[in-house]
């Protein structure tokens, strides 16, 4: 009998004593007084079976006793979906797969050297707070502008929000892998096919895209891009994308539809102008 059955009998247990002896063809009730160690007295019933077949008399336990069981079982319960969820936030980051450097990354240990940045971070905040919302409209980020301006630490602090608080799935990736992986499937040699690699990067809750401008470029490449971003867009997925362009430079680069489609569903574009975050990172 696992958790969740010991609770249900306990609660059943519970219910059957709050109401009237139920009634049973071929068994008498008797209402006895009983005696708790820990809860002194209490009325018990006492069920006999009067047919054919004897069994032996069936005694109701102590209520009060039944109420702790159950606030023991519910506790002991707690402890186990804490570990549960311990246990899933840990495969969920391992499967996020954050670059070393970001492991520690978090919204609160971002500090905004300016006023724009304070808004970008305000923004970031917003959105994991809302996550469920999100998801639900599936709206993504863009974060683009000078290096160094914590894009990849605010990105990535998301997805660690969304995994510690929701459990939702969440995966790291440049757009130069995007395209080796997808590339590497028109080899002969290939174990994987387009279809493959569409569904890999769709698959989780929360993408992010790192260095997209970084590829060569190729309009083959933007179709991959294209066709990852609007997979997801279709399926309700929030992508973030992060580069080192400038917000016209990148329009340019991957087309105003992929932007279109990355600001729909509350998503946003953020302008990470400033100068050099890194020097301030806690």
Not at 134 to 161: D, E, F, S, W, Y
Request: glycine share 6%.
């Amino acid at each position: 009998m696992d958790i969740n059955e010991k609770i249900s009998n306990v609660e059943r247990k519970l219910s059957e004593l709050s109401k009237p002896p139920a009634d049973i063809p071929h068994s008498t009730v008797e209402i006895v007084a009983a005696h708790c160690e820990s809860h002194g007295e209490y009325e018990q019933r006492v069920r006999t079976i009067t047919g054919m077949i004897k069994i032996p008399p069936n005694h109701t336990e102590c209520p009060g006793c039944l109420r702790e069981q159950l606030d023991e079982l519910h506790r002991e319960r707690e402890q186990i979906d804490a570990e549960a969820r311990r246990r899933t936030i840990e495969r969920l980051k391992l499967d996020l797969r954050v670059p070393e450097r970001f492991a520690d990354c978090t919204l609160d240990n971002y500090v905004p050297g300016c006023d724009d940045a304070k808004k970008a971070l305000r923004v970031c905040q917003a959105y994991a707070s809302k996550w469920p919302d999100r998801l639900k409209r599936g709206g993504g980020l863009v974060m683009c502008g000078k290096p160094g301006t914590g894009k990849n630490h605010l990105a990535l602090a998301i997805a660690q929000h969304v995994i510690e608080k929701h459990q939702s799935t969440a995966a790291f990736t440049t757009a130069l892998k995007i395209a080796r992986e997808y590339k590497a499937t028109w080899s002969k040699s290939a174990t994987r096919s387009e279809d493959d690699v569409i569904r890999q990067f769709t698959r989780p809750d929360l993408l992010i895209i790192d260095e997209v401008g970084v590829q060569f470029g190729s309009e083959a490449e933007k179709l991959i891009m294209f066709e990852i971003i609007n997979t997801r867009y279709e399926r309700m997925r929030p992508t973030i994308l992060i580069s080192n362009q400038s917000k016209e430079e990148l329009s340019a680069f991957i087309g105003e539809r992929v932007i279109d489609r990355m600001n729909d569903g509350g998503g946003c574009t953020l302008a990470f102008t400033w100068d050099s975050y890194r020097g301030n990172r806690a």
